[in-house]
Structure formats: structure tokens, C-alpha cells
């Protein structure tokens, strides 16, 4: 049983020493169109929100 663990042990290590090796170790995919709704989406419910607070609490400060 220790020696199996052992070998899988270097096994992990070799690949992992393998991926350090290489420049890309995986390709990176682009956002899908339905990805970047949400994105906007929560940042136009992000900025509503901010204006709103300020504008709850007028002459306090202005929206950065």
C-alpha cells in the first residue's frame, strides 16, 4: 500500500514539475456572449445602487 501511494505521489510531482515547465498550461477561453450580460448587468445594478445612496443622503457627497 506505501509503495502504491508512493508512486502516485511522483506521479502527481512529475506532472505538476511538467505544467511549471510549460509557458501555457492550459488555453484560456473567452467569456460567452450570456457572460458578459451578467458581467454589465452587475455592474449597471452596482453603480443604480451607489447613486441611490447618494441620493438618499443629498448634500452629504457627490458620486465618485
Do not use: F, H, W
Not at 488555453?27 to 451607489?50: C, L, N, P, W, Y
Amino acid at each position: 500500500m506505501a509503495i502504491q501511494l508512493e508512486n502516485l505521489v511522483q506521479s502527481i510531482k512529475s506532472k505538476v514539475r511538467g505544467l511549471k515547465k510549460s509557458k501555457k498550461p492550459y488555453v484560456k477561453m473567452d467569456k460567452s456572449a450570456s457572460v458578459k450580460v451578467e458581467i454589465r448587468s452587475r455592474k449597471a445594478k452596482q453603480m443604480i445602487e451607489k447613486t441611490m445612496k447618494v441620493a438618499d443622503r443629498p448634500g452629504k457627497r457627490s458620486i465618485n
